[in-house]
Each structure stands twice: as structure tokens, then as C-alpha cells.
């Protein structure tokens, strides 16, 4: 059993003081929180862990340390941890882009200390640690940041930890981590984004009110674009040049589909809305979304 | 009380069905569905109504005609039912779109006949009567077309047939209803289905197994793009001005963002990514969605 610090006890990183300690994973658990309001906020939810009031009370004592922030605070508390880390320690996050974060990881971070990167796919269109809860990572799948250099042995304990908070594990390189989900993940919330922002501009100019008749389907839209826009800025920023290929993708298949209506392409219209019903049933398939109609929302 | 036709029994015409029969709307209620498929599944679903073998049939019973099939259909429909119907019925239809349609009623509909256009802002991913519900209508908007030529009496008797369905009512010309429409629902129908494409070209490129990462945004699209593809096909041929005007902003926005991302514009970028939430609070707050975390899906 090892002490555990979490740095950053937001949405996720509140889900894993939860999980932990329910389950019991760690001997002792240390919460650092830069936020007065959030740690106003998890005293009041009686959260399970000690608060230290600085990094370095919580990294002396740890084993393993667990980056729950934006990623653009990464380098600010690498300098902080930096001397007061023990060498056996392990740390990781849990960021959404890799490439770019791990750059900054080799320049900053003391050579003898080991930090292997992790992603699990959850979060919300909620922040903040009221909105956190012990089932967020079951069943859901963290990725695990594996290269040449990685150690083997800290990433066996890596994944079992994510075991016992009951994610599924698999690992694969930062490059092919940022290119996967620059489409599955970073692309949807930009558009997602960008289609708001273009109602919005529609509002203004035409001085209709749209909203009240979203319920077509901009409103599962709005959901993914109520996300926290600290946490997209950095990953739309860190990972731009593999979500600029996504983009030009996108552009290109909206030009063609812009192209099929104004001709009144019968035919390659229905093979392109008919294709995509195959990854609906495939991702229900996976278990990857609820099968309800409509997510079971009414 | 009058005597209803159902010209179309799939996910909103058995939805009609079910509602019309359980609040004992009609005098009688007749139904026509052309599918063999389809009229099994409601003789299996036990939904009350009669079905007709012939629009002939229905048509010289019926006061009220409701057209829930794709819109392709309309032309084809008002050819067979133009002899027989009754000049003192009303004729009404569900389509997505309306400016197109009102020219084919015009061009093609009896003169001494009434069709006053409505559209009820519901639905789902899945089709097929199996899937209707009584419910499907409650306190959803239901659009009515209305112009200068528009009969008042006609309109009133819809407009109160809409409320005890359970919808909410509002009037507008078709104008109006396809430039509103063409931004709430068939842009964003749109960039759904052209999304999962772009990720199923990626997909077959890099051979990487995309969709069972798609928990990160991408399944919220492929709800959306599972969608009927014929009554899809249908509003984007019909509504093509509207909807090419829409996409342009689309674009216009899009290329903006990729500019922001790639110069790491901080301001430009924060201000896009926190102006949209405002959205997502309103149509909560309209009571245009749950306001359960991740539409209460987990």
C-alpha cells in the first residue's frame, strides 16, 4: 500500500479521492487544491483525505502522485515538486493530449524521477468536486502511455492501480494516443463548440430566438460545449497540428456533403447517411453509450 | 369530434396513434401505412385504429388527414387522394421542412381543399411504429405554418388539435420556420452524420480502432447520425438554400478556430469556448433538456 497525493481535486480528480478511498487503495491520501472555493467545497462533501497546504507536505510523503489539473499547469508545479520529490516516487496524470505534455515533462522534471502519463475516457460537461463521484472511471477505458524508455515496472503498478479503480487498461504510444483521439474526442468538441458559437451568431443577425427550439438537436450539441474551456484551450493548443488534420478531414467531407445537396445527389447522399448508422450500432455494441433511444432522456 | 387519417404509421405517426386513441380524440381513427413490415408490427403493437387498405379508403371517412411520411411522398400522395378527398377536410402533414413542400401542395393539391402545414419539434434516432409513444408530443413546440392565404378557422381547429395532443404551439410563416430550422436541426443533423464519416475515413486510413475510444465526444454525434436517412435526404434536398447559407457560417467559424489554434490565440480562444455556455444554461432553463450531468445517461 502506498500514499497517494492528488494535485487538482476537481471533477476527476474528487472521482478518484472517492474511489480510493471506498475501496481502501491507498495507506495514507493527500489532496493539494489551489482553489479556496474548492476546498471550501470538499470540506463541506467530507471528502476522505488529508489537505496539505502545500506541494510539498503532500510530495514528501507520496509514492504516487496524480496530476488532475489543466495541463498548462503542469510546468509550474513540476518546478515546485522538483526538489522536494523522492526518487522512488512515481507520478502521473490523467491529460487529455500527450505529445506536447511530455515535452514538457523530459525539459522540466528532475532525470531521476519517473512520471507515466494516463488518460481515462470520462469527465462530464460538469467541474468542480460536487459534481465528482466514485463510479466515474468503471468500466471506462485509460489509456497508458507506453515508449521505449518507459519503466516497466512502475507502469505494471501503473495499471494495476487503474485496475482497482476499475478502468480498463490499454497502452499505446503518445503519438498514436494524439492522433486517436484528435478524432474521437478533440474534433467532436471543437465542433461541437463552433456550431454553437455559428447559432449564436444566426440569433444575433436574424434576431431570432432560437434556443427554444434546439430540442431538433442543437442541444446535445450545447451539452459537449459547456465543457470547461481551460481544459480544452490547452488540449485544442497542445495537440493543434493532429486537430488541424482532423479539421482539413472534416472540411473536405462537408464541402462534398455541401456539394451532394445543391445537386440533389440522390445517390451518394443515402450511402453517406446510411454508412454512419453502422458506428452507432458499433459503438452500442462496444457498450460505449446507453442503447435508449434518445439516451433515455424522456 | 371528427374522423382522423393517419397517412404513415412509423415513430411519430404510431406516436399519433397512441395519443389520438388514449385521449379518445377522434371519432374514428383510421391509419395507412404502404409498409407490409410495418402494418404487422402494429397489428402485433395492438394500436387501436383502422387500418385502411386503400388512401381511398381513409380519405372519404376522414376530416382531419395527417401526413407522417418522408416528404418525398407528399407528390405521390396527393395524386391518389385528390379525387376522393372531402372538400370541407383539413389536410396536415410533420415535415421538417416547409417551403418546399408548400410549393408542391400548391402545385399539386385540389384548390378546394385546405393543408395548413405543422411541425412538432420531436423525435428520435430510431424509426418504426414499435418505437412510437403516447408521450412523444408532451410539452414539445409544435410549429404552425401560417401566411397571408392561411384559413383562420382551419387554423384554430389545428392549433387546438395540437394542445390536446400536448404540444406546445406556435405560428410562423415557412420562411421563417426553414431559416430557424435550418440552423437548430439540419445543420447540426448535418455535421453529425459528415462527423462520424470523417472519423470512419480516418479510421480505414490509419487502421486504428477508433469507436471504442468514442465515450470522449463522439458517440453524442452518432446518436444524431443514426437518424432516418430518407427523411434526412428528404429536409436537406428541400431546405438546400437555408442550409448551405448555414454551413457557410459553419465554415466561416471553423476556420477561425483552426487560425486561433495554431497561433495559440489565448484571448480569441477562451472567449469562443466560454461565450457558448450561455447557450447550454438557456436551453436548460427553457426546459429544452435535462439538466442532469451527461443527459443522466450513467
Known amino acids: 500500500m502506498k500514499n497517494i497525493l492528488i494535485i487538482g481535486c476537481g471533477l476527476l480528480g474528487s472521482s478518484l479521492v472517492r474511489k480510493i478511498s471506498k475501496k481502501k487503495i491507498a495507506k495514507k491520501l493527500y489532496i493539494y487544491e489551489k482553489s479556496k472555493l474548492n476546498i471550501v467545497?470538499?470540506?463541506?462533501?467530507?471528502?476522505?483525505?488529508?489537505?496539505?497546504k502545500s506541494l510539498k507536505d503532500g510530495v514528501v510523503n507520496s509514492d504516487l502522485i496524480i496530476l488532475c489539473t489543466p495541463m498548462s499547469e503542469y510546468k509550474g508545479i513540476i518546478s515546485k515538486i522538483n526538489k522536494h520529490i523522492k526518487p522512488k516516487s512515481l507520478i502521473t496524470d490523467i491529460g487529455s493530449s500527450k505529445i506536447e505534455s511530455s515535452k514538457i515533462i523530459k525539459k522540466f522534471l528532475r532525470n531521476d524521477v519517473y512520471w507515466i502519463q494516463s488518460h481515462p475516457i470520462t469527465g462530464s460537461e460538469v467541474s468542480g468536486p460536487e459534481h465528482g463521484k466514485d463510479s466515474m472511471f468503471e468500466d471506462k477505458w485509460c489509456i497508458l502511455i507506453k515508449d521505449k524508455k518507459t519503466n516497466l515496472k512502475h507502469l505494471n503498478f501503473l495499471n494495476s492501480f487503474w485496475k482497482k479503480i476499475g478502468s480498463?487498461?490499454?497502452?499505446?504510444?503518445?503519438?498514436?494516443?494524439?492522433?486517436?483521439?484528435?478524432?474521437?474526442?478533440?474534433?467532436?468538441?471543437?465542433?461541437?463548440?463552433?456550431?454553437?458559437?455559428?447559432?449564436?451568431?444566426?440569433?444575433?443577425?436574424?434576431?431570432?430566438?432560437?434556443?427554444?427550439?434546439?430540442?431538433?438537436?442543437?442541444?446535445?450539441?450545447?451539452?459537449?460545449?459547456?465543457?470547461?474551456?481551460?481544459?480544452?484551450?490547452?488540449?485544442?493548443?497542445?495537440?493543434?497540428?493532429?486537430?488541424?488534420?482532423?479539421?482539413?478531414?472534416?472540411?473536405?467531407?462537408?464541402?462534398?456533403?455541401?456539394?451532394?445537396?445543391?445537386?440533389?445527389?440522390?445517390?451518394?447522399?443515402?450511402?453517406?447517411?446510411?454508412?454512419?448508422?453502422?458506428?452507432?450500432?458499433?459503438?452500442?455494441?462496444?457498450?460505449?453509450?446507453t442503447n435508449k433511444p434518445d439516451f433515455g432522456r424522456n
Not at 470540506?43 to 476522505?48: E, H, Q, Y
Not at 443577425?205 to 470547461?228: C, E, H, M, V
Open 41 to 52: 467545497k470538499i470540506k463541506k462533501l467530507k471528502l476522505s483525505g488529508r489537505i496539505v
Open 168 to 289: 480498463k487498461t490499454v497502452m499505446m504510444t503518445s503519438e498514436k494516443h494524439d492522433k486517436i483521439f484528435s478524432i474521437t474526442s478533440h474534433l467532436p468538441h471543437l465542433i461541437a463548440y463552433n456550431l454553437v458559437k455559428s447559432a449564436q451568431d444566426f440569433e444575433k443577425k436574424q434576431k431570432y430566438d432560437l434556443i427554444k427550439y434546439s430540442a431538433g438537436g442543437l442541444r446535445d450539441f450545447s451539452r459537449i460545449a459547456a465543457s470547461n474551456e481551460i481544459m480544452w484551450r490547452d488540449i485544442f493548443f497542445d495537440n493543434r497540428k493532429n486537430v488541424t488534420k482532423a479539421i482539413n478531414i472534416f472540411m473536405k467531407n462537408l464541402n462534398s456533403f455541401k456539394k451532394d445537396i445543391n445537386a440533389k445527389n440522390n445517390r451518394s447522399i443515402l450511402k453517406k447517411l446510411t454508412q454512419t448508422k453502422r458506428v452507432r450500432s458499433k459503438i452500442v455494441k462496444l457498450k460505449q453509450d
